[in-house]
């Protein structure tokens, strides 16, 4: 393998190579321009498309495309080569300044929730100089947001960069009054932990379900799953590693911090960690970690698998959003220090955060709801659909000594006995992982722990960004006015604790008990997408987003539209699937099964009347009554479809769908997966469960 050093970012235009490659005065109204966040001058543009061009060729680049996110939730590209012709029939290349600013794709096919007619095909998109232009598969990928003709966000990535923009701004008003003039940036940064399963792909090509949907519609449990835990942190497997090897070494050439890989819970699943970066970068580096990862697996005859719960019976995959926030002074506004009572200014900024996520329950739970994530969340291996926090014992206990007034007496930290005295005692830390919480503390930073595996971080930052810099513009409403900031600082951080701790809790959130309490402290629980969609246009919301003009009204209706469509999109898909499967392939399978098993009987007797035949007898009974069964499931599964096209709006199509089809689809598959236990091995043309999370090598 390459030097690491050397190899990091070498495929990256990052900002070592515009110091090398840019004139000093072009490169410095460059920097100039992404730190005030102003339009970048086509005379600029030009000068830096010239010189990342000529970087790209070097590297062996022939095209160019302007790389972005759609609201698909993966990345959209379209090339096209740096050749232009000449007089004499011969070709330059050539990339203009006009070429890298702006594109503009073909919109008219991408989801828009109903914001512009499909014949309305013009889109743009406008390059984010935020994040750096990088080369992949031979083409220079230029990092941008995307947009309608008349100007709305088509795009997760636009979103995102105006929510940094307004918690930069309401965080730099808090840290001014408390007499921080030198910091000029607040960012926030991420370091989201990548949960997938590895499958070799010979088995995955005989699974329509996976192929379609990304997830086995149909299984039955293997005897041996999870139960041993032998996975988890296991040894890899040959294959698993030189797939985690050539991966590392393509997301360093790409400037992607990947830091930790292991084997996690469930047989053939496994998670990959990078260092924190800011939300915007975060955000592209994961779009690109996903993407490469299916890439990658294929050429080692693998399948990466990133939907939420890929098998039943064993555990799903997520993916942690551990966030917080810095200053351009390289202080961590959500660093405890060693005496955090007394540290006003986290307190403070813990106190919004806290205030932040009670307040707006909903809108985290719509930015983690799926299809795919509703099997995951709540199945204890996940956090439950109720929105909580965990703060740990000692921050738990300053802030009820504030609610209280009563004095905090900081217990020396205890000193964790490791068992073995030729290693060292160190401090034990204040706060426990607490791996049942939403939403944890875990030292300087928040663990979101609710995202699916296949999802944008984009959607949960934008939220987590725009509701912790509302509570912090409230909060800078009233401080600013202040004429004894100090009291009036202690009243209303206290005030803002007395007011949400509800949402505070430390125990384990999987137990029926916090379900009962969380309903008597007033918590939501939507337990499904459907259930929690209708809140993202609650008037409280609108008037959020466009307060801090994340989105406008009318491209706050297109997503709920985009939401509710998807998910009674995916759900219609895997109920086709469903019947796809079951009538060209289980339905012959168990009657060749049956056929058999008769003929077996029928020639015992003909040899020999005495014959017994009471096994080949009471399978072809109990098949008999599963496939009359199945029949009968089959066809209300095929009627409640053509039934779930007569509803009137569609957030009741979705209901339909949750309430009525997706339970037939659970009821059809109870059938099949009994029958997968009794039809014999040969006769079953679908691979198992157990060969599937078991053949990797």
Same mark, same amino acid.
């Given at each position: 393998?390459?030097?690491?050093?050397?190899?990091?970012?070498?495929?990256?235009?990052?900002?070592?190579?515009?110091?090398?490659?840019?004139?000093?005065?072009?490169?410095?109204?460059?920097?100039?321009?992404?730190?005030?966040?102003?339009?970048?001058?086509?005379?600029?543009?030009?000068?830096?498309?010239?010189?990342?061009?000529?970087?790209?060729?070097?590297?062996?680049?022939?095209?160019?495309?302007?790389?972005?996110?759609?609201?698909?939730?993966?990345?959209?590209?379209?090339?096209?080569?740096?050749?232009?012709?000449?007089?004499?029939?011969?070709?330059?290349?050539?990339?203009?300044?006009?070429?890298?600013?702006?594109?503009?794709?073909?919109?008219?096919?991408?989801?828009?929730?109903?914001?512009?007619?499909?014949?309305?095909?013009?889109?743009?998109?406008?390059?984010?100089?935020?994040?750096?232009?990088?080369?992949?598969?031979?083409?220079?990928?230029?990092?941008?947001?995307?947009?309608?003709?008349?100007?709305?966000?088509?795009?997760?990535?636009?979103?995102?960069?105006?929510?940094?923009?307004?918690?930069?701004?309401?965080?730099?008003?808090?840290?001014?009054?408390?007499?921080?003039?030198?910091?000029?940036?607040?960012?926030?940064?991420?370091?989201?932990?990548?949960?997938?399963?590895?499958?070799?792909?010979?088995?995955?090509?005989?699974?329509?379900?996976?192929?379609?949907?990304?997830?086995?519609?149909?299984?039955?449990?293997?005897?041996?799953?999870?139960?041993?835990?032998?996975?988890?942190?296991?040894?890899?497997?040959?294959?698993?590693?030189?797939?985690?090897?050539?991966?590392?070494?393509?997301?360093?050439?790409?400037?992607?911090?990947?830091?930790?890989?292991?084997?996690?819970?469930?047989?053939?699943?496994?998670?990959?960690?990078?260092?924190?970066?800011?939300?915007?970068?975060?955000?592209?580096?994961?779009?690109?970690?996903?993407?490469?990862?299916?890439?990658?697996?294929?050429?080692?005859?693998?399948?990466?698998?990133?939907?939420?719960?890929?098998?039943?019976?064993?555990?799903?995959?997520?993916?942690?959003?551990?966030?917080?926030?810095?200053?351009?002074?390289?202080?961590?506004?959500?660093?405890?220090?060693?005496?955090?009572?007394?540290?006003?200014?986290?307190?403070?900024?813990?106190?919004?955060?806290?205030?932040?996520?009670?307040?707006?329950?909903?809108?985290?739970?719509?930015?983690?709801?799926?299809?795919?994530?509703?099997?995951?969340?709540?199945?204890?291996?996940?956090?439950?659909?109720?929105?909580?926090?965990?703060?740990?014992?000692?921050?738990?206990?300053?802030?009820?000594?504030?609610?209280?007034?009563?004095?905090?007496?900081?217990?020396?930290?205890?000193?964790?006995?490791?068992?073995?005295?030729?290693?060292?005692?160190?401090?034990?830390?204040?706060?426990?992982?607490?791996?049942?919480?939403?939403?944890?503390?875990?030292?300087?930073?928040?663990?979101?722990?609710?995202?699916?595996?296949?999802?944008?971080?984009?959607?949960? /930052?934008?939220? %987590? +960004?725009?509701?912790?810099? #509302?509570? !912090?513009? =409230?909060?800078?409403?009233? &401080?600013?006015? *202040?004429?004894?900031?100090?009291?009036?600082?202690?009243?209303?951080?206290?005030?803002?604790?007395?007011?949400?701790?509800?949402?505070?809790?430390?125990?384990?959130?999987?137990?029926?008990?916090?379900?009962?309490?969380?309903?008597?402290?007033?918590?939501?629980?939507?337990?499904?997408?459907?259930?929690?969609?209708?809140?993202?246009?609650?008037?409280?919301?609108?008037?959020?987003?466009?307060?801090?003009?994340?989105?406008?009204?009318?491209?706050?209706?297109?997503?709920?539209?985009?939401?509710?469509?998807?998910?009674?999109?995916?759900?219609?898909?895997?109920?086709?699937?469903?019947?796809?499967?079951?009538?060209?392939?289980?339905?012959?399978?168990?009657?060749?099964?049956?056929?058999?098993?008769?003929?077996?009987?029928?020639?015992?007797?003909?040899? /020999?009347?005495? %014959? +017994?035949?009471?096994?080949? #007898?009471? !399978?072809? =009974?109990?098949?008999?009554? &599963?496939?009359? *069964?199945?029949?009968?499931?089959?066809?209300?599964?095929?009627?409640?479809?053509?039934?779930?096209?007569?509803?009137?709006?569609?957030?009741?199509?979705?209901?339909?769908?949750?309430?009525?089809?997706?339970?037939?689809?659970?009821?059809?598959?109870?059938?099949?997966?009994?029958?997968?236990?009794?039809?014999?091995?040969?006769?079953?043309?679908?691979?198992?469960?157990?060969?599937?999370?078991?053949?990797?090598?």
């Amino acid at each position: 393998m390459n030097n690491v050093p050397n190899l990091f970012g070498s495929m990256v235009f990052n900002d070592d190579v515009m110091k090398q490659k840019l004139p000093k005065e072009i490169y410095r109204e460059l920097k100039r321009t992404v730190k005030e966040h102003k339009s970048l001058n086509l005379d600029v543009a030009k000068i830096v498309a010239a010189a990342m061009k000529d970087w790209a060729i070097e590297k062996g680049a022939t095209h160019f495309t302007h790389w972005f996110q759609p609201m698909t939730g993966i990345t959209a590209e379209k090339h096209e080569s740096f050749i232009s012709p000449t007089d004499d029939d011969n070709i330059i290349m050539e990339f203009s300044g006009k070429e890298l600013v702006r594109g503009e794709p073909d919109a008219s096919s991408f989801p828009s929730g109903g914001i512009r007619s499909t014949f309305e095909a013009r889109g743009y998109t406008a390059w984010d100089p935020t994040s750096y232009a990088f080369i992949k598969d031979r083409t220079l990928c230029i990092p941008t947001a995307f947009c309608s003709y008349s100007g709305e966000a088509l795009d997760k990535k636009t979103p995102l960069l105006r929510s940094m923009e307004t918690i930069d701004k309401q965080a730099l008003r808090i840290l001014k009054l408390f007499g921080n003039s030198d910091v000029k940036r607040v960012t926030t940064t991420v370091g989201p932990e990548q949960e997938y399963f590895l499958i070799d792909k010979q088995l995955y090509e005989k699974r329509p379900d996976l192929i379609y949907c990304g997830r086995t519609l149909f299984g039955a449990k293997p005897p041996k799953g999870q139960e041993l835990e032998d996975h988890y942190f296991g040894a890899l497997k040959p294959r698993v590693s030189a797939f985690m090897k050539e991966l590392n070494e393509e997301l360093w050439k790409l400037g992607i911090f990947a830091k930790t890989q292991h084997n996690e819970v469930a047989p053939a699943q496994h998670e990959l960690a990078p260092i924190f970066t800011t939300s915007n970068v975060a955000a592209d580096h994961n779009q690109l970690t996903m993407e490469l990862m299916k890439t990658i697996a294929n050429k080692y005859n693998l399948v990466c698998l990133l939907h939420e719960k890929p098998f039943a019976g064993v555990n799903g995959s997520g993916k942690h959003n551990n966030w917080s926030m810095s200053t351009d002074t390289g202080v961590n506004l959500l660093e405890p220090g060693e005496t955090p009572h007394e540290n006003a200014q986290f307190l403070l900024f813990l106190s919004s955060i806290i205030k932040a996520v009670d307040d707006y329950q909903d809108l985290l739970r719509i930015s983690v709801a799926s299809a795919g994530n509703d099997h995951r969340l709540g199945a204890n291996e996940a956090p439950p659909a109720i929105i909580s926090m965990f703060l740990g014992d000692e921050l738990t206990a300053i802030l009820k000594s504030i609610e209280t007034d009563t004095e905090f007496n900081q217990k020396e930290r205890s000193q964790m006995e490791i068992g073995a005295t030729v290693i060292p005692h160190f401090p034990k830390d204040t706060t426990d992982r607490n791996r049942t919480s939403p939403f944890a503390f875990t030292g300087s930073k928040f663990e979101f722990r609710m995202l699916g595996s296949s999802f944008s971080i984009s959607d949960s /930052n934008v939220v %987590l +960004n725009t509701i912790v810099a #509302e509570t !912090l513009s =409230r909060f800078a409403d009233i &401080l600013e006015k *202040s004429n004894n900031f100090n009291d009036d600082l202690n009243a209303l951080i206290k005030q803002t604790i007395n007011n949400h701790n509800r949402i505070i809790f430390n125990g384990n959130n999987y137990s029926d008990e916090w379900v009962k309490e969380s309903e008597e402290r007033g918590l939501l629980n939507l337990k499904s997408t459907v259930d929690a969609l209708p809140y993202f246009i609650s008037d409280k919301n609108i008037k959020l987003f466009t307060k801090h003009n994340i989105f406008s009204e009318s491209e706050i209706h297109s997503r709920y539209e985009i939401m509710v469509e998807g998910y009674s999109k995916v759900i219609h898909i895997e109920a086709l699937t469903m019947l796809d499967m079951v009538k060209r392939s289980i339905i012959p399978s168990v009657l060749s099964y049956v056929k058999d098993l008769s003929e077996t009987a029928n020639n015992k007797k003909a040899l /020999n009347a005495q %014959l +017994n035949c009471q096994l080949e #007898e009471s !399978l072809i =009974r109990t098949i008999s009554n &599963l496939s009359a *069964s199945l029949y009968r499931r089959m066809e209300d599964l095929d009627n409640t479809l053509l039934e779930a096209k007569n509803q009137d709006t569609s957030l009741a199509t979705a209901k339909y769908y949750r309430e009525t089809v997706y339970i037939n689809m659970q009821s059809l598959r109870s059938v099949v997966d009994e029958l997968e236990t009794i039809v014999g091995k040969k006769y079953w043309v679908f691979p198992t469960y157990g060969e599937l999370l078991f053949s990797v090598n």
